[in-house]
């Protein structure tokens, strides 16, 4: 993984992780709420096809200009 100070002074304003999960997310969120980023998880399987909500949650995150530009993950 990036640096979070790294992607911060590119102009990143969000990540969004599709592992999530419990040994991921509360680290990560906390790494990028330190670098004064935004932290979004989707938790997609990698095995089985996005559900339906997961996916119209998805698209919502990367339509929305306020989180861009976004890091994904």
């Known amino acids: 993984m990036a640096n979070y100070a790294d992607l911060k002074q590119m102009g990143i304003k969000t990540v969004l992780d599709l592992r999530g999960g419990r040994f991921h997310k509360p680290r990560e969120r906390k ?14 399987s990698g095995i089985f096809p996005p559900k339906p909500r997961q996916i119209r949650r998805l698209l919502a995150v990367l339509e929305d200009p306020a989180h861009a530009p976004i890091f994904v993950h």
């Open 31 to 44: 790494q990028c709420e330190a670098a004064s980023m935004d932290y979004i998880s989707i938790r997609l």
